[in-house]
Nanobody, 124 residues
Framework: QVQLVESGGGLVQAGGSLRLSCVAS????????MAWFRQAPGKEREFVAA???????YHANSMKGRFTISRDNARNTAYLQMNSLTPEDTAVYYC??????????????????WGQGTQVTVSS
């Protein structure tokens, strides 16, 4: 089992930035793919970005250039740097992990472990 705990969410004005963190504990974290998803009210959970243990990353097209995923294996932590935020970015952001070493999918069903989520609210 891998336990994931997100932090760093909050209220920010449009144009601002936030950095989300996801700390993993439990089984060996280093080889897991780490990912971020988000879910806005009334919408399905959508893929944001994923990163492999050796920092090969993939970002959803709509977030390229604004959001950046990274990880620090020594700290068992994944990050999501979010810049130029807009009200459309308002959502609960979830951290996810999968034990396979490569990014295999952007679908929620692919990821085995999930955090509880952290709320991000962007005001206009």
């Amino acid at each position: 089992q891998v336990q994931l705990v997100e932090s760093g969410g909050g209220l920010v004005q449009a144009g601002g930035s936030l950095r989300l963190s996801c700390v993993a504990s439990g089984r060996t974290f280093n080889k897991h793919v780490m990912a971020w998803f988000r879910q806005a009210p009334g919408k399905e959970r959508e893929f944001v970005a994923a990163v492999t243990w050796d920092e090969d990353s993939y970002h959803a097209n709509s977030m390229k250039g604004r959001f950046t995923i990274s990880r620090d294996n020594a700290r068992n932590t994944a990050y999501l740097q979010m810049n130029s935020l807009t009200p459309e970015d308002t959502a609960v952001y979830y951290c996810a992990a999968d034990p396979r070493p490569r990014i295999g999918s952007t679908m929620t069903s692919y990821y085995l472990f999930w955090g509880q989520g952290t709320q991000v609210t962007v005001s206009s």
